[in-house]
T-cell receptor, first 110, second 115 residues
């Protein structure tokens, strides 16, 4: 599975959009981009995933570049409850090999 | 649905003791996983299962054993506890078919200390 690179930490003002980048330059054609988040000491929570098209759900939007080498997770109106570690993961959807990196620690500030 | 349920939530073991971490899911998911998370670190995959009777090693399987006799249950066994196994353990499950193989549902974790 392709590796990902994320900034270790980011800050965001409450009510503003949080844009979390992820580089995955070695992604293969059959690999998806998944985003999870982990609020302190809880189990990770699935946010969104995509293959090549942009995706949106009730939690976030996922923008994948045309060459698929990077993506951005967008939380449109960040709240204090969005403070968490966000993980970007590349996986081939064959199950069993979801590898978590260090993620980005997002701090939403009042 | 209760989702993924892990027991116990906390446990302290002495070096050399053994124990089983329980995990059960009521979503009829095919795939189940065990991860560990050391303080300040990301999650590491210990073992996973793609169905009853089938298990496979992840990134850090040494010191652990698993079994999958039913779709619902996936217990993790520590035979000879060591201080290096002090960690938070998360169980997860997923449908395992089609486009959402990697949409995992996690339990609330078991915090284990080996002293």
């Amino acid at each position: 599975d392709a590796k990902t690179t994320q900034p270790p930490s980011m800050d965001c003002a409450e009510g503003r959009a949080a844009n979390l980048p992820c580089n995955h330059s070695t992604i293969s054609g059959n690999e998806y981009v998944y985003w999870y988040r982990q609020i302190h000491s809880q189990g990770p929570q699935y946010i969104i995933h995509g293959l090549k098209n942009n995706e949106t759900n009730e939690m976030a939007s996922l923008i994948i570049t045309e060459d698929r080498k990077s993506s951005t997770l967008i939380l449109p109106h960040a709240t204090l409850r969005d403070t968490a570690v966000y993980y970007c993961i590349v996986a081939n959807n064959q199950g069993g090999k979801l590898i978590f990196g260090q993620g980005t620690e997002l701090s939403v500030k009042p | 649905n209760a989702g993924v349920t892990q027991t116990p939530k906390f446990r302290i073991l002495k070096i050399g003791q053994s124990m089983t971490l329980q995990c059960t899911q009521d979503m009829n998911h095919n795939y189940m996983y065990w991860y560990r998370q050391d303080p300040g670190m990301g999650l590491k995959l210990i073992y996973y299962s793609v169905g009853a009777g089938i298990t496979d090693k992840g990134e850090v399987p040494n010191g652990y054993n698993v079994s999958r006799s039913t779709t619902e249950d996936f217990p993790l066994r520590l035979e000879l506890a060591a201080p290096s196994q002090t960690s938070v353990y998360f169980c997860a499950s997923s449908y395992g078919q089609g486009r959402t193989n990697e949409k995992l549902f996690f339990g609330s974790g078991t915090q284990l200390s080996v002293l």
